[in-house]
Structures are given as C-alpha cells and as structure tokens.
T-cell receptor
Framework: AQKITQTQPGMFVQEKEAVTLDCTYD???????LFWYKQPSSGEMIFLIY??????QNATEGRYSLNFQKARKSANLVISASQLGDSAMYFC?????????????FGGGTRLMVKP | DSGVTQTPKHLITATGQRVTLRCSPR?????VYWYQQSLDQGLQFLIQ???????AKGNILERFSAQQFPDLHSELNLSSLELGDSALYFC?????????????FGPGTRLTVL
C-alpha cells in the first residue's frame, strides 16, 4: 500500500522568503507519480506540480519546485518568494502506474500562512 | 478554473435521504474520479471511471454508487445518508488513466447532513 506523510501541520513564512514543505512517501512500486496540490480557504484543489519517479531532473513550475530525493523517498515542495496569496493548505499526493486505476493517495496536508 | 464543473456547490439534507452529485469533466478527458474530504478521514479516493466503465474502487461505502454516462459526465449517488457523510466531495478528471496523468479537480460539492 502507498502512504504519504506530511509532518508539518502548520507553518509560517515571511512574505518574499522561500519555504519548503516536507513530504515523504512509502511505496513498493517502481513507477509512480508525485503531485502537489494547493487548497485555498475557498476550498478548490489546484494542481501545482508533478514529478515522475523516473524523472532525473527536479520538476519546476514558476515559483514552485519539487526537491525529489528518490533514495530518501521524499518529494518536498519549495515555494520561492512567498506571496500573501500562497496562504493555503498544501497536499502531497502519489499515483500508481498500473492497470488497476490511477487513484491518488494524499497526505494529511500542511497549512501555510504567509506573514506580511 | 480547472475546467471541471460540479453541481450543486452546496447541499443540505437530512439523515436517511438520498442525493445526487454531478460532475462534468474537462473537455477531452475520459477519466473521472470521485474523492471525499472530511475532517477525520482527510482526502480519500472513492471511485474512478474511464470512458464509461468502472476502473478502480477505493473506500466507497455500499450506500454510495456512481456512474459515467456516454457524454462522459458522472454522477455520485449517496443514499441512506448519515451525519458522518457530511464532507466536501470532489470530482477530478484526467485525459486517460495513466499514473502520469494530472488530475484536475472541480470546485467540490459541500454536503451537510443534518
């Protein structure tokens, strides 16, 4: 079974600073995908970034980058130059590459609060 | 805006009742997923459909059922509702059903069972 652990229930960061949100995962699969989603207070789930288990380069999308360390089974999200609008819940998730479907397994989330 | 639509946005009903949640995937997406988000269980996968057929099942109760129609929209039916069914229900869609496919989420339906 797959498991995602996010050990930081809540974090503060000063506006314009960088912040790292931790995510560790457990799986026996060789092929898998790792995703980060943002959930603002309005409730919607917004896709941020994706990393495949065979990707050698760390994924980047604008101010978001994913620090993927396969041997340590970690997939931390780095947000550079934090903005007030980054205040939200952030979820790490994992998908499977198999014929039994493509469901996501989510971590418990980290609430990020950006201070002005 | 992800392109996934869900109706209704809010639903308030009583215990024992039955409700139907509706989802329209992004144009071109063949896979539809349903997730439940509650305070005690977090985000949990319920069920996946791909091009009209059930693809995978997660922690979905027997009182819950879903289907995907020929136009690819999907409905999640919840019956004999209990207080514990109160949650935010998300629909997501992806192009196909590979593990690399990004799932884009709809805005959710917030269900309150009184």
């Amino acid at each position: 079974a797959q498991k995602i652990t996010q050990t930081q229930p809540g974090m503060f960061v000063q506006e314009k600073e960088a912040v790292t949100l931790d995510c560790t995962y457990d799986t026996s699969d060789q092929s898998y995908g790792l995703f980060w989603y943002k959930q603002p207070s309005s409730g919607e789930m917004i896709f941020l970034i994706y990393q495949g288990s065979y990707d050698e380069q760390n994924a980047t999308e604008g101010r978001y980058s994913l620090n993927f360390q396969k041997a340590r089974k970690s997939a931390n999200l780095v947000i550079s130059a934090s903005q007030l609008g980054d205040s939200a819940m952030y979820f790490c998730a994992m998908s499977r590459y198999n014929n039994a479907g493509n469901m996501l397994t989510f971590g418990g989330g980290t609430r990020l609060m950006v201070k002005p | 805006d992800s392109g996934v639509t869900q109706t209704p946005k809010h639903l308030i009903t009583a215990t024992g009742q039955r409700v139907t949640l509706r989802c329209s995937p992004r144009s071109g997406d063949l896979s539809v997923y349903w997730y439940q988000q509650s305070l005690d269980q977090g985000l949990q996968f319920l069920i996946q459909y791909y091009n009209g057929e059930e693809r995978a099942k997660g922690n979905i109760l027997e009182r819950f059922s879903a289907q995907q129609f020929p136009d690819l929209h999907s409905e999640l039916n919840l019956s004999s509702l209990e207080l514990g069914d109160s949650a935010l229900y998300f629909c997501a869609s992806s192009v196909v059903d590979r593990g690399t496919d990004t799932q884009y989420f709809g805005p959710g339906t917030r269900l309150t069972v009184l």
